[in-house]
């Protein structure tokens, strides 16, 4: 209700997203580019595929939480695990938790970090890219310029996050959204619902898999567990059987729709994936919750910093794929992530090619803490281990104090610099 009065709010008196780093010129861009050049060729020599002869879909789940990490919840007898299928696949794929930069809202941050390597946590003030930051520019970098074919599935309203103007800085050739030249196919609502179910977005998502032979990459924004979490659901087989003192009663029966709703996101996600597993050709899942609803009260989150921007993530490759050379799981630095390491672990479950740039995206998910947002506050961005516990910056050593100011000046050059790691040759694509 109050997105467009706290939207203005963050206009007023920004003019800088970051602080200019020390030693920003074109040159010292340029020499990045050759330093992770080489990185490249190294990490290259152990890799055989081509990125652009993969399908990659990465699928943003709205607010998707595994409930059983909720602070100080407690499930009665006759509570049926509502997400039995997800949870079994950490025996089978990548899988672990996504450090989220939001409680109970920025969907789009969560997606502009997928999508680009670059994180929210470097920010020295509160931002939306795809607003403030994407239309600076013509085109703007993504994961989807590896492939001749991109596309976006958001079976809902296309304007929010000027999802229409940025794809096409993307470059993405394709938007399915309501009211797109491009239909939403299976439109369905759960029982009283207002928002397009699971089911639709993977329904779509499908046939643009079928549709497009070769190579492609997708970017999927489901909508079915957005708030409000109203009554729903009939036959509610959640309510009252989980009680947390964090929650008043009017919390607990958003609470059993949320989980109902979780419920009904784990057999859409199972039968997506039995689907392209029927497909012979590669196809990579990567499934992501961008935020915690906003159920508990937000008071609570100083109280638990770390759970409560903890969400679900797995990266899942199809039978065909993990039959022709693309590996079934990673296993080294998996267990906490954050949304902007997506493309590099990506990249090394498929075991693809990388470019100078995704070279350092893939030093940054190896050798450093997982970057985030500071949860209280402060502007230097908050480092977590594989343990989910804070780490100061004042103990990284030479390399990864080197590593982070590369990563910094690359941010810095695609926000508030010049972009001229759009014009350094080879750097992106």
Known sequence: MHGPVLTFL?????????????????????????????VAKEINRQRKNK?????????????????????????????????????????????????????????GDMEWASLTGLSMGIFKTPVIPFVQIVPKHQFYPTIGMDFNYSSAIHPFNGTYYSRIEDYQRFKFNKFIYNGSKYPVIDQHKIDKSPYNSDFTAYSNGLKQIKDYPQGQFMNIITIQNHMPYNNWYSKNNYANLFSSKLLDEADKQQMATYIKGLNYTDKAVKRFINQIDKINKPITFVFYGDHY?????????AKYPIKMHSTR?????????????????????????????????????????????????????????????????????????????????????KKQRLLLRDYKLIQYDMTDGSAYSLRAEGFYK
């Open 10 to 38: 963050d206009y007023i008196d920004q003019v800088h997203v970051m602080n200019e780093p020390k030693g920003y010129t074109k040159d010292r861009i340029d020499r990045i580019n050759s330093r992770y050049r080489k």
């Open 51 to 107: 990125l652009n002869k993969q399908t990659i879909v990465f699928n943003l789940s709205e607010s998707f939480v595994d409930p059983y990490t909720f602070p100080e919840m407690k499930f009665k007898p006759g509570f049926v695990n509502p997400i039995k299928y997800i949870q079994s696949l950490k025996y089978t794929s990548t899988y672990g938790t996504m450090l989220s930069d939001g409680y109970g809202g920025g969907t």
């Open 293 to 301: 609803p906003k159920i508990i009260a937000q008071n609570y989150v």
């Open 313 to 397: 993530y797995f990266i899942y490759a199809n039978k065909y794929a993990r039959e022709h050379g693309v590996k079934s799981k990673l296993t080294d630095r998996t267990s906490f992530v954050s949304a902007s390491n997506f493309i590099a672990m990506t990249l090394a479950q498929t075991n693809s090619k990388v470019t100078p740039y995704q070279a350092l995206l893939t030093r940054i998910w190896q050798e450093l803490p997982t970057i985030t947002v500071n949860y209280k506050g402060k502007k230097n961005p908050e480092l977590i281990n594989q343990s989910g516990r804070k780490v100061s910056s004042n103990k990284l050593n």
